[in-house]
């Protein structure tokens, strides 16, 4: 039995948030997008670029400078048919619309009992390294992973980002998909042509090890898999795993690992009090304390903003620190 060969085409990770949305608003015309500068200009990474001439102005939303107006309107939507992917220009402008998702979008569900679902996205380009001003930087995920009644995605490259924008406009609940900037354009695969979807909460093993365990996601997968590889080369066998949903977590892959190598670092450019690393340390506790050889090591932005031009440099994890980490828990 032979099976037809999958069309593909190469594309960075920004295409492949544009063919996701442009796969989904062909196939239901329930699927709008609205947001600052989404229309005529294809948003400020031209994320949604043509998407404007093929689909007009009534599901192609250009929207005020008003992010708790994007997102109150996209509930509203939500609520009546409708399964809207709102954009915020960057995730450090989603704070006037915290509001809104916490104390509606996330809770209408169980408000309701059940009677009414939110199904949206928030989309949100995030991540320092590209030279913007401190707040168009900001990695705050973890304020959302606090919050049940919302999932939060990151995809680190085109393959994810197409099958996990799909999978995230069919469910049935929010979605809070964090697009990392670094990774727009840094490099290109091969993405199918037409629909498929990845899971949300399941991580991916990118690289399989025997002696650590690297738990990390967006750009920080990049510098993870460097790391990885020089450790490689001074006999560390490290298992690397993009966690790709930070909420709800993939537990059983994680614990799976961790139960193997017995160590763990964990990298976030994030700053460190309260990021996702307290909640991972917190699951390897409950799931895996009697495995562990070592404690956990902690790779993570500072607890600061994130500063401005090249001391970014500074504040990112890098594969050197990462590398560091990996002897620190080897040698314990």
Known sequence: MTTAAVETKKLTLVQAVTDGLRTMMRESEEVIVLGEDVGRNGGVFRATDGLMDEFGEKRIIDTPLAESG????????????????????????????????????????????????????????????????????DSVEALFTHMPGIKVVVPSNAYDAKGLLIASIEDPDPVLFLEPMRCYRSSKMDVPEGKYTVEIGKGSVLKEGEHVTLLTYGAMVDTALKAAEEAEKQGVSTEVIDLRTLYPLDK????????????VVIVHEASSTGGLGDTLVSLINDTSFLYMKAPVERVTGFDTPVPMFALEDHYLPDAARVTSAIHKVINF
Do not use: C, W
């Open 252 to 263: 059983d892959l994680i614990a799976q690992s961790v139960q193997k190598t017995g160590r």
């Open 70 to 137: 994007i997102i109150g309107t996209s509930i509203g939507l939500a609520m009546n048919g409708f399964r809207p992917v709102a954009e915020m220009q960057f995730l450090g402008f989603i704070y006037p619309a915290f509001n809104q998702i916490m104390t509606h979008a996330s809770r209408i569900r169980a408000r309701t009992l059940g009677a009414f679902t939110v199904p949206m996205v928030i989309r949100a380009p995030f991540g320092a390294g590209v030279r913007a001003p401190e707040i168009h930087s």
